[in-house]
């Protein structure tokens, strides 16, 4: 279900580009998550760029949907040949890993592009060296690429840049993909430069907040020297996602029931502002009293929120495990505990050391409530 709603955020985004009027839709990249998509998720994409009214719409392909062999969707001969609707006259896609320029229907704009070639980690500095732009016109390109400083944890490094290389460039716009949240360059008049739009929907448990596009409004004197063409860049977020991704911690310290890490789950849900059709990733610490299972499970939220992952990874009932080296043990519950708690002492791989200690915990579960339920690893994608 989630999957199909993720096909209708580019209808949605369609609908705002013709009701607003909008001289363009910008595509930095990724408008697929694969050199692969089915049948289906390409005939849509293609259905809903050919709405009536639809403004011109510009691609410029990213790693996950790079210009390359292996991909069909952004290739009409390939389409034709598929039985597949082809993209409209009206949709630009850029096919060549140099910059190259496509102009608008009207003679003082003009948008810049590259494609991405191949799902590799490149470090092509693609804005070390940029074409002569077109002074009798604005110039807007679109690129694909990792802002230098910024790159997260699994991202491929792919085009880098920096801030002053994207000043330097020249161009009065950019319009940026690859990173996954809002992100904007400003001059030192603290105009927009360029800009990330971020996600259009949340596609991973770290995207929270609102999802959407953004609408850039550009004010440009084509009579005005360098430097001095933009007079204004307005960026103005539209949320396209109607669910939105919440991630909040509760803390379970003191729990003895799972109904109260029930109360204490919905408390953090009212604050947080969740609502029914919205996701929810909670992430629960703290020691709550040994031998009850203190994490609250999805059924008992009912139709609080639509989606609800509990990650108790950091949760670790209040054991008291200075007794278990105390002593000589005599139960099976001390033999175990004391067994494992000197291997974790002598294990130096914190990731071994941490199995270890999960084992531990679900141990000493199983033998106080006769049951195990998972919950000290974190296993979401």
Not at 76 to 99: G, M, S, Y
Not at 102 to 122: I, K, M, Q, T
Not at 271 to 278: I, K, L
Request: proline share 6%; aromatic share 8%.
């Amino acid at each position: 279900m989630r999957r199909d709603e993720l096909k209708e955020i580019w209808r949605r985004a369609i609908e705002e580009a013709i009701a607003r009027r909008v001289d363009a839709v910008l595509v930095p990249g990724d408008l697929f998550d694969g050199e692969e998509a089915d049948v289906e998720t390409v005939n849509r994409a293609i259905e809903c760029a050919s709405a009536r009214g639809c403004p011109p719409i510009y691609v410029a392909p990213g790693n996950h949907d790079c210009f390359s062999r292996a991909n069909h969707y952004y290739d009409n001969v390939k389409l034709r040949a598929r039985r597949q609707p082809a993209w409209p006259d009206h949709v630009t896609i850029f096919t060549k890993p140099e910059i190259e320029t496509a102009p608008l229907a009207r003679p003082d704009v003009r948008f810049w592009g590259r494609c991405v070639h191949a799902n590799v980690d490149s470090s092509e500095r693609v804005l070390a060296v940029t074409p002569a732009l077109d002074k009798s016109s604005a110039n807007v390109l679109l690129l694909h690429g990792s802002r230098d400083g910024f790159l997260r944890p699994g991202k491929r490094l792919t085009a880098p840049f920096s801030d002053a290389e994207i000043l330097r460039a020249g161009f009065d716009y950019v319009a940026l993909g690859h990173y996954h949240e809002y992100a904007a360059i400003v001059d030192e008049n603290g105009r927009a430069r360029a800009a990330y739009s971020g996600s259009p929907a949340a596609l991973a448990k770290d995207e929270a907040g609102a999802r959407g596009a953004i609408h850039v409004r550009l004010a440009i004197d084509l009579d005005a020297g360098p430097g001095a063409r933009l007079l204004s860049s307005e960026i103005e977020p539209v949320v396209l996602d109607e669910r939105r991704l919440h991630e909040v911690k509760i803390d379970l310290s003191g729990v003895g029931s799972r109904e109260a890490g029930r109360e204490r789950t919905l408390a953090a849900l009212e604050a947080a502002e969740a609502r029914p059709r919205d996701l929810v990733i909670a992430r629960y610490t703290g020691q709550p009293l040994p031998g009850v299972e203190a994490v609250p499970r999805a059924e008992d939220l009912g139709e609080r929120v639509w989606f609800f992952a509990a990650d108790a990874s950091a949760v670790r009932p209040a054991y008291d495990l200075a007794a278990y080296r105390r002593g000589e043990p005599r139960t099976t519950e001390e033999r175990f505990a004391r067994s494992l708690l000197a291997e974790i002492e002598d294990e130096k791989d914190p990731e071994r050391r941490a199995v270890l200690e999960a084992a531990l915990y679900y141990g000493l579960d199983a033998l106080r409530q006769q049951s195990v339920a998972p919950r000290y690893e974190w296993g979401l994608e």
